[in-house]
C-alpha cells in the first residue's frame, strides 16, 4: 500500500502529465486535497508532503479541524452550505465553493460585511441536473451572476460542479465540456464583480479528464488519503 506521501507524489505526476496534454502548465491547475471525515494525523501528513489548499464538506467538521491544525494551509468549503452555517463558513474559510442561490449568496454577503470581509466564492451548478445535487442550472447561471455582481461583499472567482457519476470516467466529458463553454461565457460577459478565475470540477477517478477539457482547480479525496469510513451523520 502506498503511503500519503507517495500518493500526493503520484497524483501531482498525474496533474502535471493532463496539463501538459492539454497545453496548459502542469502549475496552472490547483489542487485540493478533499480531507472530509480524513483523521488529523494524514492531514499533517499530506499537508507535509505539499497540499497546500484543504476541501471540507461540513462546516462543523471543518471547525474542529481549523482550530486543532490552524492555518498552514487555505481551506475550502467543497460541500452544501446551510443558510444557518453561513456565519461560520465565512468566518473560517478562505473559499466558498458551493454557493447555489441567490439567496444564499445574499445571506454570505450579509454575514462577510458584519466581520468586514469580502467573501471569495465559486458559482455551483447542477451541470446533470440531477435531483440529489445541490446548484444552480446553466439557464439561471446568467441571473444568479447579475444579482450577485451587486453584492459588495462576495467576490465571484468562478464555477465549480460534481458531473454525474460515470464508470468510464471518458463518459463525463460532455458535462465537463459545458462547464468549460459556460465558464469562459462568463468571462465574455464581463459582468461587473464577476471574475472568472477558477473552473473547479474533477475528483479522483475523473479529473484528468476535467484537466483535458478546462478545469484548472480539482478536488481529490480518495486517491490521496484512501477510502474513509462511512459516516451518515
Known sequence: MLSIEDNVNQIRERIA??????????????????????DEDRIRRAVAAGITILGENRVQEAKGKIASLGTPV?????????????????????????????????EIDRRAAQINKVADVLVQLNI???????????????????????FKHIAV???????PYMSDPEDSRPYF????????????????????????MGMSHDFEVAIAEGAN?????????????????
Open 17 to 38: 502529465n493532463a496539463a501538459i496534454r492539454a497545453g496548459k502548465q502542469p502549475e496552472d491547475i490547483v489542487l485540493i486535497g478533499v480531507s472530509k471525515r480524513v
Open 177 to 200: 465540456g459545458r462547464m468549460k463553454e459556460l465558464f469562459e461565457q462568463a468571462k465574455t460577459k464581463n459582468i461587473p464583480g464577476i471574475n472568472m478565475q477558477y473552473l473547479s
Open 217 to 233: 482547480m480539482v478536488r481529490i479525496g480518495t486517491a490521496i488519503f484512501g477510502e474513509r469510513p462511512y459516516n451518515p451523520i
Open 128 to 150: 446533470g441536473q440531477e435531483a440529489t445535487k445541490h446548484g444552480t442550472t446553466a439557464a439561471e447561471l446568467w441571473t444568479m451572476l447579475g444579482h450577485m455582481s451587486t
Open 74 to 106: 487555505s481551506w475550502h468549503l467543497i460541500g452544501h452550505l446551510q443558510s444557518n452555517k453561513v456565519k461560520y463558513a465565512v468566518s473560517i474559510f478562505d473559499l466558498i465553493q458551493s454557493v447555489d442561490s441567490v439567496s444564499l449568496a445574499q
Open 157 to 163: 472567482r468562478g464555477l465549480m460542479a460534481i458531473p
